[in-house]
């Protein structure tokens, strides 16, 4: 019998690897992290992104994610790497894959990589979480709540049912955003968070739980949250920006991983 | 008139409570949002299925893509909501929304809804109701959207006669311009006689049916006496669309790129319409004649441009039976040398079986992407597939499996059919003998115990304007009976039926599909009711009820004087009125007559293109001829495709 046929092992090497940042907005925050692969897998094609793509029978682009929002939640600071199998200017890279991609969303930097694991720079994210209908000293009351509290068992319904898990050790910092216009923003209670990136995950929606545990707060309207930033969270509570290292490598003529 | 708003900021409240909310949002490339107030002529196209199945389908692409390039027309697209928003929707009062503005349905001109199944007949209530547009066509006044019904089951709308104003049979590139058109006036002249001066004025182009037009009487028995119309200048028979010259319509060019994931993610290009195989079970290729082919170079234009267009991986090379292009060949082997190292894939949906399938799909399969093997002997006897007039012998099938074994194919799929004319027990108890043999031949040949071959099965249904149309259905029970005896018969002989998967679906959809494809207007209050009994979704296993159906039928049809069985399990005779016999495909009756006796005794009929006419009726009647190659020309040596990173 003929032997088996053997994948085309002749995928060009990668030479570069490109990190990027980029954001979910608007209506397309309801794009699930799979919904955005694929597009983005197109929107690197059709930019003519010379990406390197994985050996086998089916051939991968080389594309690696580092974590992803929950589908509904938008992003500013969302974040993958690319392999190239040919240099390109990272500055023009922005520019095609933005216009490649839907509007909504955006490609809004990228650095070479200067060695370094992406993920391993990336523990905590920085949230914003709109609630519309909820009054600033109802929300104020539970945030004091949600402080004092040392544990606050939540529910969330998984794939493989319900899971119980404590959503206050998780956060770091939870804070009211005074909002400077009170006209503006009547009816708009806003809210800050910080929350470490642990297993199993404490999303903004579970905070939210949290808060309706410790203080009956009951949202009339679904909230609108936004990380706003992700990184190394340091002692001081800042989160440092995981391309920061990739940029100062770059800065300083360092050659490239 | 003032711009109609957009729904969005309700619906947005909403969508973070329904699984997977990309599917409302729109913003899909290639999707176009146009000035409202600005177009003179408003067109909502929907599929009645979930976005997943609808967004790919290629009718309303096209027809999305051919009214949007008009400067004064707008199109916008709505698929059916799952019933987790739609409970929402109903409970905050949001209406059936299009996905690209999300304007409400009810503010367009037309709503044009293509059906590829009749199974999507209670998802076009549930939109409809949603829209706030009446379910009843009688019921609609000036403010509500002219309903028009397209896709192969228009080809005998009649069970949805009375929620529909208007069907359109055949090819719509060219129909759909024309409606257009008449709409456009008709507006420009103040609306002359309204709604009904408006649906006469489409009905007297004799290729718009308009129901309401038509009376239909019905004989004591409850079989048809005649149908007429009942207004003077609407024609006895309204006739089929066909748009012949396919590389004048090289439609869709801007492909719709989704964002959320659905059931084909490609760039599909139709190689030709129409075939001419003449399989008697099959409605498309019956209603799609005359065979007209896309040429080589256009195939090659619009791959090129449309995978540059979407940044799609997948091509689909699609028709009713692909590997029958003229061109085949040097498409095949064209595209896969252009795409070589291009890491692209390209697919041919593979029905027929014959080694030369083979060499396409190892030619398809150079850029390193293997797509699996589909075959369709339809038939497990030799004598059930000269009935269905599938022309494969058990050699042929053998031989060709064989050569799929023997090129490195560790699976191949074969597809039949069960509840066909004539059949009995033995008919498909043979799928399993030749399923046996496919293992042992392929064992012998590969030397190995390494091979599988899937065995599917599919519900026989028959459909209006093909030689089956006057068939019995088998039941339900007599169905399930087979394939009850069919499995044993795989498992009789475990070495080999290991190495038999074994797929089918239960006897009870098909019935009901059976009574929607043949149905009459009566059927319409089984459709209502079902509907009023929470049916959606009917094509989705998960969603349909047999008892839901039977139920309904059980409350309205006996005061009609009939019934399930008498819909499905009856054979027609040659002089019965059909309830489709006053819409024209272009074949003629007598012929399909001739073509169900010859089935019955088991002869074979051979295909137009190599063989001479055979008087089926549609040429001559359309004005049509079959255009095939092959033109000799080759797949255009086309620019590179990459070139580097597209900056501004």
Redesign the interface.
Known sequence: ??P??Q??SHQAPVVQRIRVRYAKRG??R???H???A??F??????????VA?SHG???H?RISYAGAAP??TASEAEYLELGLQAR?DPD??V??LD??L???LDVLEAVEAHGGNLAERIDASHWRIELPGIADDTLEAAVAAFQDATEIPVRRLTKQGWREFDARSAVARITRVPIASPVEGAGCAILDLVVRQVTPSVRPDDVLSGLRVVADLELP??PRATRLAQGLLTAQGDLVDPLLADRDGAANGAPPA | MSTVASIFPALERLLPLVGKPIQYVGGELGATVKDWDAASVRWALMYPDAYEVGLPNQGVQILYEVLNEQADVLAERTYAVWPDLERLMREHGVPQFTVDAHRPVRAFDLLGVSFSTELGYTNLLTALDLAGIPLASSERGDGDPVVVAGGHAAFNPEPIADFIDAAVLGDGEEAVLEITAIVRDWKAAGRPDGRDGLLLRLARTESVYVPRFYDVDYLPDGRIRRVVPNRADVPFRVHKRTTMDLDAWPYPKKPLVPLAETVHERYAVEIFRGCTRGCRFCQAGMITRPVRERSITTIGQMVAEGLEFSGFREVGLLSLSSADHSEIGDICSGLATQYEGENVSLSLPSTRVDAFNITLAEELSKGGRRTGLTFAPEGGSERIRKVINKMVTEEDLIRTVVTAYSHGWRQVKLYFMCGLPTETDEDVVQIARLAHEVIRAGRAATGSKDIRCTVSIGGFVPKPHTPFQWAQMASPEVIDNRLRLLKQAIMADRSLGRAIGYRYHDGQPSLIEGLLSRGDRRVGAVIRRVWELGGRFDGWSEHFSFQRWVEAAGQVLPDLGVDLDWYTLRERDELEVLPWDHLDSGLDKEWLWKDWQDAVSGYEQDDCRWTPCFDCGVCPSMDTEIQIGPTGRKLLPLTPVRSGLKVG
Request: glycine share 6%.
């Open positions: 019998m003929p088996k046929p994948p085309d209506p397309l309801f794009t699930s799979r919904d955005f694929r597009a897998e197109r929107a690197v094609q059709r930019a003519g992104v010379p793509f029978f089916t051939p682009p589908t509904g390109v023009d890279l520019k095609a216009a490649a839907s509007p909504g309207v679904p």
